[in-house]
């Protein structure tokens, strides 16, 4: 049981701060709103007009390892199997698919006539590109490491074998051959994600950047790119070219960009937009229970990284005391009104232990504690009594006002609790990433939702390939977890593997180079008159299966 505490005044005034600050320039977006609302309205046509808070952070499926970017993309383009309108995996390019007895070896049969949005054929020799391109070593994909279950995917990205020696191959036209690592039970789930999709070898490769203009854009989903405005708006058009086309009733779908939620939530009031999926703390509270809110839960995970490799935060006591003073429900009462589930572990709910029939997250229970005396001895123990000493940390956050209030917040628990003092620095999000990419930060914001349901898909964010830009996690225990998720990719029995799961997640609970904060939810206003839009349990927002009523 966790005590609940009243929110004190130092929080209050760190919170009243940061939404003081929230409402500088919106009359200036919201201008912009009715520009663009005005400029691409046809008539008679159904069109749909969705705010994004932040320009996609790529157009190219086999270089996406982002959230804005994988919303825009799995509207543009369609893998092997898709999400369809139930949120359920289904057909995308494949008709259909055999596997192996030994699990190790898929075999494609593509759907007749695909064509590309230019109205060339779509080959399975598409796929065997596109795949192979995001592993070599030269892409510099961030998102190679999701085909290293492709046999010889990660030897290839790393430099240590040939592609020929990759696992994918056309067999004709209409027929694609993977061989797989091990058997992957959610292997055509992956084929739903961004860097599976195929892209055409003639446009990628072409002198002009291909994807800096709708004239030299090519894809194969619902939509495709008409107008991109930069800093305005991305303007999707139905693609004819569709395996689907028939099934798909928007004409187009205007992406508006509205930085503030606060400026989003006043568009979305006057009818500039039919939808926003950054909902604030404002618009929570003004829709609340209405048939305009709907909300989601995911299969992710809100939480910071520390940066392991830095003197003050090498040490896991001082870690787990940061943690350890937080009050996460204390927090989401003051800064969430979306009523997100506080996280006292890593893996959400969403997700089954083995075959057993059961949650995990219910299975292994709460792996972290909230205890202030606690706390402040682990930091006495590791040099820091009351704080003293103690150097002064640098958070790094995107600049959006809920995370803006969230490290707020955060900052006055650790001021109040520990005697630990944070500046706290904010960035907007194309160049937020490349800050926690270069290391110059001692907490940062980070968050994932996973692909698929199965644990390996949040755990593995901290396996050693990957946390290299992130957590900066090393040392003995670090190896034992980096194994034991690697051991699990060659098992089959899934309770075995539940149990490889649970004792890594709680090394990293016991290791701490992350703090979880809460389980992802996600909001979507919408008007109405809208309906069928989705957003997967794994955060996309798709519009392929969208109407208008008029």
């Given amino acids: 049981m966790k005590k609940k505490k009243a929110i004190s005044l130092l929080l209050c005034t760190a919170m009243a701060a940061g939404v003081l600050s929230g409402f500088a320039g919106n009359e200036d977006t919201t201008a912009s709103v009715e520009k663009n609302a005005t400029e691409t309205t046809k008539e008679g046509e159904k069109v749909l007009k969705f705010s994004i808070s932040a320009e996609p ?7 996406n390892n982002y959230t804005n970017s994988s ?24 008709e259909s698919y ?72 056309a067999l004709d036209d209409k ?40 004239d030299t854009y090519v894809c194969n989903g619902a939509f495709k790119i008409e107008e991109i405005n930069p800093q305005e708006s991305y303007i999707l058009v139905k693609n004819e070219n569709y395996a689907y086309a028939d099934d798909v009733k928007l004409d187009e779908v205007d992406l508006i ?55 003050a935060l090498s040490d896991a006591r001082v870690r787990k005391a940061l943690s350890m003073a ?34 995990y997250r219910d299975v292994v229970g709460d792996l972290i504690t909230e205890d202030v005396e606690a706390a402040k001895e682990l930091l006495a123990e590791a040099g820091y009594p009351n704080g003293e000493g103690f150097p002064t940390l640098t958070l790094i956050t995107q600049n959006s006002q809920d995370k803006k209030d969230t490290a707020q917040v955060m900052q006055a628990m650790w001021k109040q609790n520990l005697g ?20 110059n930060f001692d907490i940062c914001y980070d968050g994932w939702t996973g692909d698929y349901p199965d644990p390996s898909t949040n755990l593995e964010c901290f396996l050693a390939s990957r946390n290299e830009t992130q957590c900066r996690w090393s040392g003995e225990l670090a190896d034992q977890y980096n194994s034991l998720l690697l051991e699990n990719r060659s098992l089959i029995d899934a309770n075995e593997r539940a149990a490889n799961f649970e004792e890594a997640e709680k090394i990293l609970m016991e290791e701490m180079p992350i703090i979880p904060l ?33």
Avoid at 330 to 347: E, G, I, Q, R, W
Wanted: some cysteine.
């Fill in 518 to 550: 809460y389980y992802r939810n996600a909001q979507l206003l919408i008007n109405t008159r809208v309906t069928g839009v989705i957003k997967s349990y794994i955060g996309h927002t798709l519009f392929k299966y969208g109407d208008i009523q008029e």
């Fill in 420 to 439: 630990v003092n944070v500046e706290i620095v904010t960035y907007e999000s194309k160049v937020y990433w490349d800050e926690q990419k270069a290391g």
């Fill in 257 to 311: 960009l509205i930085e503030s939620a606060e400026a989003a939530l006043s568009a979305f009031n006057a009818g500039e937009v039919d939808m926003i999926d950054t909902v604030s703390t404002q618009g929570l509270t003004q829709y609340a229970g209405s048939e305009e809110l709907k909300s989601f839960d995911l299969i992710g995970t809100y939480y910071y990284d520390f940066n392991c490799s830095k003197e």
């Fill in 71 to 94: 919303t825009v993309l799995q509207n543009l383009f369609m893998g092997l199997y898709q999400v369809g309108p139930d949120g359920a995996l289904t057909n995308g390019c494949a």
């Fill in 326 to 359: 937080l009050d996460r429900e204390t927090l989401l009462m003051a800064v969430n009104p979306s009523n997100p589930k506080p996280a006292y572990a890593f893996v959400p709910y969403g997700i089954p232990y083995g075959d057993t029939g059961e949650e």
């Fill in 98 to 169: 055999t596997m192996s007895e030994d699990g190790l070896t898929y075999t494609f049969t593509l759907k007749d006539g695909l064509k590309w949005s230019d109205g060339s054929d779509l080959t399975a020799g598409d796929f065997e590109y596109a795949w192979k391109r995001a592993l070599a070593p030269d892409t510099a994909s961030p998102g190679a490491w999701y085909l290293y279950y492709i046999k010889n995917g990660e030897q290839y990205n790393s430099g240590e074998v040939s592609a020929d020696e990759v696992g994918v191959k």
């Fill in 57 to 63: 952070e790529t157009l190219d499926p086999g270089m």
């Fill in 175 to 214: 027929t694609l051959e993977v061989t797989l690592e091990n058997p992957t039970s959610y292997f055509l789930d992956l084929t739903a994600v961004s860097v599976f999709f195929p892209v055409k070898q003639e446009t990628v490769e072409a002198e002009e950047p291909w994807t800096k203009s709708g």
